[in-house]
């Protein structure tokens, strides 16, 4: 699993962990929510700019989003 899965798998999680749509987040955090539906399917890269506000808005650590092992359990 490359890097943009792990942060796709990570973002969904996080997200459906915290009872939000993808139109709730993608209005949150100042995103479209074409934007942030390609990021969770692992279509476009995330850039530093957006893992921040995405980890504001979910209350959550930056890292949290490339934690490997929580991805791992996930797409099993």
């Known amino acids: 699993m490359d890097l943009r899965e792990v942060f796709a798998t990570n ?5 459906n962990a915290k009872g939000l749509s993808q139109d ?3 209005y949150e955090a ?4 074409s ?3 390609q990021l969770e399917k692992g279509v476009f890269y995330a850039s530093l700019k957006i893992i921040e506000k995405l980890a504001a808005t979910l209350e959550v ?5 490339l934690n490997t092992h929580k991805a791992s359990r996930k797409a099993r």
């Open 11 to 15: 973002l969904r999680r996080i997200r």
């Open 24 to 26: 709730d987040l993608a």
């Open 30 to 33: 100042g995103i479209s929510r």
């Open 35 to 37: 934007y942030l539906s």
């Open 61 to 65: 650590e930056p890292a949290e989003f």
